[in-house]
């Protein structure tokens, strides 16, 4: 009679052990990213008062079952149910749930912990923490592709706390240019098209292009580069006495402090007389052949300015020139000096543009000096070939900017033949480059995969950080330590970490958090199983004390 006491003591502790996990799991409906827990019993041991026996060979008895008496019931496990549940969406970069297998990984400086809650935030220093100053793991060490100069986070080693404090993004030179359109095939041979774009050297700074291109014949194109005149340049001045000079005799000016190219690169011409200074409205030319033809159909006060690509230009004035005089040459700096191989020059002058031979009969059709490039159409309108006999280099201007020549391969430099077409239909061109200028970190957002993407003033964005994900093999064998955290132990095997959606782990949602997968309905549900467990076994203890006192009670 005494082991239905005791059995039904051990009923009634083990329904209170299942209503404190009941009451912890309701407590905990709204927790981030809690996991309820379940309880099941176990009976602890039984008494035997007859073992089992065997049928007899010899006579006609059978065999016997054992007669065992139960002592009780005892907690077998209380598990905790790792499965999936729904997310709350909160719209906050930093909040993350994850979409499958896998725990994020935090650290106090000694211990990881691993937890489900994604509700993060970032501390006065930049770090990415969780609840209680526990900051996130991740990589956030940033590797350059050899190849393609793209950055991106090396996710190798062991993840470490991530932080996003003082991140910047340097300047990137252009280095590809890719274009895409269409060039009006009604346009007559002979005519040009301007279209601008800009480029950025290796300090961040933008400079604008023009990309000319002339229809040299049917179905046939070439094309240049030239810098565009820079608004609010600055200027100087060279200056060179000269002798007797009779109009239309040329005058060599030296002097400039680089190559001499383009119309936009002079601003004034003037000559000091002992009467009072002479502007003169002047025109500027490429070739020798052209410098002398105007020459000698100059009018009073005007002049002409031969341009070679080099520091000196020659000059022929409409005016007699005295000796003593002096000749004064405005020069605009601007911070692009000039492009490299030259267009626009005569075919004997060095550093000058390749010609090119596009239908190949041995014969020139575009001379050198004129073009940087060839686009080949064919008959319906689809660009076949385009033809590029050199690289291209951007020169900058020592005197004004401190940044390197911007240097283009001829491969980098790409028409789209799907996306460059010419047709009969309005001129639309479009030039998509790599560069940029410098930046600092403005925003952030967290992709599918863990990736911490920045965003920057420059307008650009890059991967900065990778969160961690670890996995284990028996993620139930974890131990819980408070504030949604859980701790490897012996059983729950090691933890198996990298990208989320890489290796079986889940994926990010980003702006979101996971929900607590407590079942109220279940929960009520056990909780009146757990009621009605509890009665039946205190009623054991009430009637066994019943009938012991009617026990004692025979005495009397």
Same mark, same amino acid.
């Given at each position: 009679?005494?082991?239905?006491?005791?059995?039904?003591?051990?009923?009634?502790?083990?329904?209170?052990?299942?209503?404190?996990?009941?009451?912890?799991?309701?407590?905990?409906?709204?927790?981030?990213?809690?996991?309820?827990?379940?309880?099941?019993?176990?009976?602890?041991?039984?008494?035997?008062?007859?073992?089992?026996?065997?049928?007899?060979?010899?006579?006609?008895?059978?065999?016997?079952?054992?007669?065992?008496? =139960? +002592?009780? @019931?005892?907690?077998? $496990?209380?598990?905790?149910?790792?499965?999936? *549940? /729904?997310? &709350?969406?909160? !719209?906050?970069?930093?909040?993350?749930?994850?979409?499958?297998?896998?725990?994020?990984?935090?650290?106090?400086?000694?211990?990881?912990?691993?937890?489900?809650?994604?509700?993060?935030?970032?501390?006065?220093?930049?770090?990415?923490?969780?609840?209680? =100053? +526990?900051? @996130?793991?991740?990589? $956030?060490?940033?590797?350059?592709?050899?190849? *393609? /100069?793209? &950055?991106?986070? !090396?996710?190798?080693?062991?993840?470490?706390?991530?932080?996003?404090?003082?991140?910047?993004?340097?300047?990137?030179?252009?280095?590809?240019?890719?274009?895409?359109?269409?060039?009006?095939?009604?346009?007559?041979?002979?005519?040009?098209?301007?279209?601008?774009?800009? @480029?950025?050297?290796?300090?961040?700074?933008?400079?604008?292009?023009?990309?000319?291109?002339?229809?040299?014949?049917?179905?046939?194109?070439?094309?240049?580069?030239?810098?565009?005149?820079?608004?609010?340049?600055?200027?100087?001045?060279?200056?060179?006495?000269?002798?007797?000079?009779?109009?239309?005799?040329?005058?060599?000016?030296?002097?400039?402090?680089?190559?001499?190219?383009?119309?936009?690169?002079?601003?004034?011409?003037?000559?000091?007389?002992?009467?009072?200074?002479?502007?003169?409205?002047?025109?500027?030319?490429?070739?020798?052949?052209?410098?002398?033809?105007?020459?000698?159909?100059?009018?009073?006060?005007?002049?002409?300015?031969?341009?070679?690509?080099?520091?000196?230009?020659?000059?022929?004035?409409?005016?007699?020139?005295?000796?003593?005089?002096?000749?004064?040459?405005?020069?605009?700096?601007?911070?692009?000096?000039?492009?490299?191989?030259?267009?626009?020059?005569?075919?004997?002058?060095?550093?000058?543009?390749?010609?090119?031979?596009?239908?190949?009969?041995?014969?020139?059709?575009?001379?050198?000096?004129?073009?940087?490039?060839?686009?080949?159409?064919?008959?319906?309108?689809?660009?076949?070939?385009?033809?590029?006999?050199?690289?291209?280099?951007?020169?900058?201007?020592?005197?004004?900017?401190?940044?390197?020549?911007?240097?283009?391969?001829?491969?980098?430099?790409?028409?789209?033949?799907?996306?460059?077409?010419?047709?009969?239909?309005?001129?639309?061109?479009?030039?998509?480059?790599?560069?940029?200028?410098?930046?600092?970190?403005?925003?952030?957002?967290?992709?599918?995969?863990?990736?911490?993407?920045?965003?920057?003033?420059?307008?650009?964005?890059?991967?900065?950080?990778?969160?961690?994900?670890?996995?284990?093999?028996?993620?139930?064998?974890?131990?819980?330590?408070?504030?949604?955290?859980?701790?490897?132990?012996?059983?729950?095997?090691?933890?198996?970490?990298?990208?989320?959606?890489?290796?079986?782990?889940?994926?990010?949602?980003?702006?979101?958090?996971?929900?607590?997968?407590?079942?109220?309905?279940?929960?009520?549900?056990?909780?009146?199983?757990?009621?009605?467990?509890?009665?039946?076994?205190?009623?054991?203890?009430?009637?066994?004390?019943?009938?012991?006192?009617?026990?004692?009670?025979?005495?009397?």
């Amino acid at each position: 009679m005494m082991r239905s006491l005791y059995s039904g003591i051990s009923g009634l502790r083990v329904h209170q052990v299942q209503m404190d996990v009941i009451g912890n799991n309701i407590a905990n409906v709204n927790t981030v990213a809690f996991k309820s827990s379940r309880v099941t019993f176990q009976e602890i041991l039984n008494q035997t008062l007859r073992s089992a026996s065997a049928p007899s060979q010899a006579g006609g008895r059978g065999g016997t079952n054992p007669q065992q008496i =139960g +002592l009780g @019931v005892s907690v077998g $496990s209380i598990d905790v149910l790792h499965t999936r *549940t /729904g997310v &709350q969406r909160t !719209d906050r970069a930093t909040d993350l749930a994850i979409d499958g297998e896998g725990f994020f990984m935090v650290s106090d400086g000694t211990n990881v912990y691993y937890t489900r809650a994604g509700n993060f935030d970032i501390d006065v220093l930049g770090n990415l923490v969780y609840p209680g =100053g +526990l900051r @996130v793991l991740g990589w $956030s060490t940033l590797i350059t592709d050899p190849t *393609t /100069g793209a &950055q991106y986070v !090396d996710t190798t080693g062991a993840p470490g706390p991530i932080n996003l404090s003082n991140l910047s993004m340097p300047a990137k030179a252009t280095d590809m240019i890719k274009f895409e359109g269409n060039l009006d095939a009604n346009i007559a041979v002979g005519d040009e098209i301007q279209y601008s774009f800009s @480029v950025f050297d290796s300090l961040g700074n933008e400079h604008k292009l023009n990309y000319i291109f002339t229809k040299q014949a049917p179905n046939v194109w070439s094309w240049k580069i030239v810098p565009a005149p820079q608004s609010g340049a600055e200027t100087y001045t060279v200056n060179q006495v000269v002798g007797d000079t009779l109009a239309g005799d040329p005058v060599t000016i030296g002097g400039a402090n680089r190559p001499i190219l383009y119309a936009h690169d002079i601003r004034s011409l003037s000559v000091e007389t002992p009467s009072g200074i002479n502007r003169y409205q002047f025109t500027i030319v490429n070739t020798q052949s052209e410098f002398d033809a105007r020459r000698s159909s100059l009018g009073s006060g005007q002049a002409v300015i031969l341009v070679d690509g080099s520091t000196s230009v020659q000059v022929a004035f409409g005016d007699d020139l005295a000796a003593g005089n002096t000749v004064y040459i405005e020069y605009n700096d601007f911070a692009v000096s000039h492009v490299v191989p030259m267009v626009d020059v005569d075919a004997s002058v060095p550093g000058r543009a390749p010609g090119y031979d596009w239908d190949n009969n041995g014969v020139e059709d575009i001379p050198a000096g004129q073009a940087h490039g060839v686009l080949i159409f064919g008959e319906d309108g689809r660009l076949v070939q385009s033809l590029m006999n050199s690289d291209i280099t951007i020169i900058m201007n020592p005197a004004v900017s401190g940044a390197a020549d911007i240097f283009l391969r001829r491969e980098n430099i790409q028409f789209d033949p799907t996306k460059f077409t010419q047709y009969a239909d309005a001129t639309t061109v479009k030039a998509t480059k790599t560069g940029y200028a410098a930046g600092i970190l403005n925003s952030i957002s967290i992709d599918s995969e863990g990736r911490v993407i920045g965003y920057y003033t420059n307008g650009q964005s890059r991967e900065d950080a990778v969160l961690a994900i670890a996995t284990f093999n028996n993620p139930g064998g974890l131990n819980k330590v408070g504030n949604n955290l859980y701790q490897q132990s012996t059983n729950s095997g090691y933890p198996v970490y990298g990208r989320a959606g890489v290796g079986g782990r889940g994926t990010i949602i980003a702006g979101a958090l996971e929900m607590s997968n407590v079942d109220l309905a279940k929960e009520f549900t056990d909780m009146i199983v757990a009621q009605r467990g509890f009665q039946a076994n205190s009623r054991i203890i009430t009637v066994a004390d019943e009938m012991l006192q009617e026990l004692v009670n025979m005495k009397r």
